[in-house]
């Protein structure tokens, strides 16, 4: 998922520094020459535990299509027939439909709302943390934040207030969003070397107070580096991409030990099956705490825009292979339809409403409605040496 430069955003961003003591690190071990440099090597969505522990869902959670055929628009001779076997309903009706564009997977636009696609309504319902991304404690009977819409936010774990997630309240009633659900798990293809992010800082003269600090977000040119137990690989060196997309940078300062910075939107890609698709993510920015050892963990967050983001999580629909070409129409409806049916155990259409619906980022002056939706990723990183493909 290597991150791309798409623009520059409107608010602060917050990397919080370990707690240990400035004075007590050694700014050696990661700090060279006011620079250092991190390679993501974990990456999940940031979400809560499951809903039958919190309440989240108290109308019960989303159900999927009861047959395959029901995926498929004006086709009912493809509906399962009552004396068929999954063998032969599935050698009837899969070449059809895999091979088909007019399905609700590629157009869920042509479908209604979905009533059995169900969102988090569970009053006070605590998230695994992140970030305030508004700026103030939403409740959605209030007066929403400039530019966003509506909506109500969630506390975090450990007590934090006004964490912007709303991607969490689209898919916290889906089973493949639970702690045994294969939705939300985006490390896998990354430890396979399919994508990578950097993150680098430079012009640091002091992890306590600086005025003047940049963060840099950069595609990774190199496959991840792993040990023998497949752990990524603290200190390995890595290229950032030459490819100006994927590049973005922003700056930043450090106040009593907390790194602010300014956000940027960013763009990153993401690797399932074979199927790669892009998130661009915007007003992104992080909170991270340094870990012993000159890693990282922490949270990125930001905006993302609600058709980008039924593709790469649901639909697929734009999916190229990994060398960029267009996916095959049959690779492309094997992911979207299997995940609705495997993964997430969802509707395709159900999901698209629910995004736009729950939507709170980006408000268009000429609707009303808000075009993005506020998304929040747990991360975590460990040291590495960046070289600067672009540098003279």
């Given amino acids: 998922?290597?991150?791309?430069?798409?623009?520059?955003?409107?608010?602060?961003?917050?990397?919080?520094?370990?707690?240990?003591?400035?004075?007590?690190?050694?700014?050696?071990?990661?700090?060279?020459?006011?620079?250092?440099?991190?390679?993501?090597?974990?990456?999940?969505?940031?979400?809560?535990?499951?809903?039958?522990?919190?309440?989240?869902?108290?109308?019960?959670?989303?159900?999927?299509?009861?047959?395959?055929?029901?995926?498929?628009?004006?086709?009912?001779?493809?509906?399962?027939?009552?004396?068929?076997?999954?063998?032969?309903?599935?050698?009837?009706?899969?070449?059809?439909?895999?091979?088909?564009?007019?399905?609700?997977?590629?157009?869920?636009?042509?479908?209604?709302?979905?009533?059995?696609?169900?969102?988090?309504?569970?009053?006070?319902?605590?998230?695994?943390?992140?970030?305030?991304?508004?700026?103030?404690?939403?409740?959605?009977?209030?007066?929403?934040?400039?530019?966003?819409?509506?909506?109500d936010d969630f506390r975090g774990m450990n007590g934090e207030v006004g964490i912007d997630n709303q991607f969490f309240r689209v898919v916290g009633c889906s089973k493949g969003y639970q702690s045994a659900g294969q939705s939300h798990d985006l490390t896998t293809e990354m430890l396979t070397g399919s994508w990578g992010i950097l993150i680098t800082l430079s012009g640091v003269d002091d992890l306590r107070n600086d005025t003047d600090v940049t963060v840099g977000f950069y595609a990774n040119a190199d496959a991840i580096e792993l040990t023998g137990t497949r752990e990524p690989l603290p200190n390995a060196t890595y290229t950032t991409s030459s490819d100006p997309r994927f590049r973005a940078s922003t700056r930043g300062r450090i106040v009593n030990g907390v790194l602010t910075s300014d956000p940027v939107d960013v763009r990153f890609y993401s690797v399932f099956n074979t199927v790669r698709t892009e998130r661009p993510l915007r007003d992104a920015r992080v909170r991270m705490t340094f870990t012993p050892g000159g890693g990282m963990e922490g949270y990125l967050a930001g905006y993302t825009p609600i058709e980008p983001l039924y593709d790469v999580q649901f639909g697929f629909r734009n999916g190229t292979e990994v060398s960029g070409q267009p996916a095959s129409l049959p690779l492309r409806n094997t992911r979207s339809i299997g995940a609705a049916f495997t993964m997430g155990v969802h509707t395709c259409q159900g999901a698209y409403y629910a995004l736009r619906d729950n939507a709170d980022g980006h408000r268009d002056p000429a609707t009303g409605k808000c075009t993005s939706v506020s998304t929040q990723y747990r991360i975590r990183a460990v040291s590495a040496f960046v070289v600067d493909a672009k540098a003279d």
């Fill in 1 to 151: 998922m290597p991150l791309v430069a798409i623009g520059s955003g409107l608010s602060g961003v917050a990397l919080t520094l370990g707690a240990t003591p400035a004075s007590s690190q050694s700014q050696g071990s990661f700090i060279q020459d006011g620079k250092a440099g991190f390679v993501v090597s974990d990456f999940s969505y940031a979400l809560s535990r499951d809903a039958s522990d919190t309440g989240a869902c108290p109308n019960g959670m989303s159900r999927g299509y009861a047959n395959i055929g029901d995926v498929l628009l004006n086709r009912p001779d493809l509906q399962r027939r009552a004396d068929e076997t999954d063998g032969d309903y599935q050698r009837r009706a899969g070449a059809d439909l895999f091979n088909s564009t007019q399905n609700l997977c590629m157009h869920p636009e042509a479908g209604a709302p979905d009533p059995n696609f169900r969102t988090v309504t569970g009053p006070d319902v605590a998230v695994t943390g992140g970030i305030d991304l508004d700026g103030q404690a939403s409740r959605a009977s209030g007066k929403p934040a400039p530019g966003t819409c509506a909506h």
